[in-house]
């Protein structure tokens, strides 16, 4: 519930960011007009007078449904007020059910729905809907959008099979002997960072120098060269954050120059229209003898309920098959938020796992910003699925082709 508080301005303020706010009087009108009841009905609900918080949700409601848009504002910002709408619903269904009137909490609920809400999981798990849970109305009304769940969209994908391969390109590893590789090691004092543990420790030495020493600013692609080198440089020199593809890119980087295989590996949504996915690597153990989930953004690594460090594949099975998953206590988002296991992998991974996509060559410099340099992409999607998203990349449902182990290239 209180995640929805912030989503509601959050929603507007990102459709008229988009737009000239000059573009619509009105608009800018209708902000003015909300955001006093907004901040009334946050302080309302966070002390609890949930009566109250009502009343400003019934005049918020009250101006959205008395305004009429014109042809062009409906087609600037509809989509996001109907967003809004729909969590201003959920917001008053959370409040009745509070003040336990749990008629009108099922019925604003059903109002949420209406309006576009989807989000199955957090519903389901809200604690403000704890009147109302075991009700039947409430439950078909959940179970209506339960389809839009990113786990239940995940376990209902087809399986993967078994192919030929022979026409895909073989995955490549550049050798730590390479000079870059090398003047990487030396620049980032890695044999230190590492330390003298095993080769698991090693691992999670070099994930957390990452995480700990670059943050991470989803809105902001670092416009530097694709390489540990320039990133680092890129943020002691600017201030600034980088994206989740640029911190696993370094991370791989690291890997590549103390002899470790490694990948960035971007993990995917069904929905083409959904631009929010996520990169993280995964590291080859030969002690293990398989790739291990390394995320840098979250500094995350996944074990089963034995300790047992996971794979990106293994992990994926697992969340398909309702198996137990566990979360290093440490996870979180640039030492400033932590983050659990429902949430980073039944909701937001659940959502990334749908399809992964490698190059297939793993070096310093990847994909470098300024040099006109094809790589070759590597898609491992569910059998017969396609999306305007894969058109550039070449495609497999082979799973033991594209976890291949790895091969080291002396380029």
């Known amino acids: 519930m209180k995640k929805n508080l912030l989503l509601f301005f959050a929603l507007i303020i990102a459709a008229l960011s988009a737009h000239a706010q000059t573009d619509s009087d009105r608009m800018n009108k209708l902000i003015a007009e909300l955001t006093p009841l907004d901040s009334a009905y946050k302080a309302q609900y966070e002390n609890k007078d949930y009566s109250a918080a009502i009343q400003s949700i019934n005049q918020m409601l009250k101006i959205w449904n008395g305004m009429e ?10 989509a996001a007020i109907k967003n809004s709408v729909a969590i201003l619903y959920y917001n008053q269904a959370c409040s009745y059910s509070l003040a336990n009137k749990r008629k009108e909490a099922i019925d604003a609920f059903r109002q949420s729905v209406a309006y576009g809400y989807t989000n199955y999981r957090s519903a389901k798990n809200d604690e403000d809907f704890k009147n109302i849970q075991n009700d039947k109305k409430f439950k078909k009304i959940l179970e209506s959008i339960r389809q839009y769940d990113k786990l239940f969209i995940l376990q209902h994908s087809k399986g993967y099979n078994k192919e030929n391969t022979d026409s895909l390109p073989h995955f490549r590893y550049q050798s730590p002997e390479n000079y870059p590789l090398e003047y990487t090691r030396n620049f980032f004092n890695l ?25 991470h600013d989803g809105g902001n692609f670092g ?10 440089n890129y943020h002691k020199t600017t201030g600034k954050g980088v994206n989740c593809r640029q911190l696993a890119i370094t991370l791989c980087g ?36 398989k790739w291990l989930w390394m995320d840098p953004t979250f500094n995350a690594y996944v074990e089963d309920d034995k300790g047992n460090l996971l794979s990106i594949e293994e992990v994926r099975s697992r969340l398909i098959a309702n198996q137990p998953l566990v979360l290093n206590e440490d996870a979180n988002w640039n030492n400033k938020k932590t983050y659990n296991k429902e949430y980073y992998l039944d909701y937001y991974m659940a959502k990334n796992l749908y399809w992964l996509e490698c190059t297939d060559f793993n070096c310093f410099n990847p994909e470098p910003r300024f040099r006109d340099i094809k790589r070759t992409y590597i898609g491992l999607v569910p059998q017969g699925f396609t999306s305007k998203a894969t058109e550039d990349t070449m495609l497999t449902s082979d799973p033991d082709y594209f976890w291949q182990k790895p091969t080291t290239s002396k380029n």
Do not use: W
């Open 69 to 78: 848009l014109s042809k062009e504002e409906n087609e600037k910002y509809g």
């Open 191 to 215: 044999d230190s960072v590492a330390g003298n543990g095993d080769e698991i420790s090693k691992f999670k030495n070099i994930l957390k120098f990452v995480h700990d020493t670059i943050p």
């Open 223 to 232: 416009f530097c060269e694709s390489d540990p080198i320039d990133i680092y």
């Open 254 to 289: 690291m890997y590549l120059a103390m002899g470790y295989p490694a990948r960035y590996v971007t993990c995917l949504p069904q929905d083409a229209n959904d631009s929010d996915c996520h990169v993280i690597c995964c590291v080859y153990s030969q002690k293990l003898d």
